[in-house]
């Protein structure tokens, strides 16, 4: 599962971040489940295409 908080824990994003859009840009091999504030459709599409789930919340929700 693609949560902020495992972005953050990774260092992708930063302590003050409170809102994260995944984008489309290049290809998945492998299934994820996404739980972000934002996704662009093509992102979306990608991950469903792979098995993946796409759940998203507000910022106020995924803090």
Do not use: H, P, Q, Y
């Not at 260092?11 to 290049?26: D, E, F, M």
């Not at 994820?32 to 759940?55: F, H, L, P, R, Y």
């Amino acid at each position: 599962m693609l949560f902020r908080s495992s972005l953050r824990a990774k260092g992708l994003i930063g302590k003050g971040v409170t809102n994260v859009k995944i984008l489309g840009n290049g290809d998945l091999t492998k299934k994820v489940n996404v739980d972000v504030c934002k996704i662009s459709a093509s992102a979306k599409a990608k991950v469903e295409k792979a098995g993946g789930t796409v759940k998203t919340a507000s910022a106020e929700e995924t803090k």
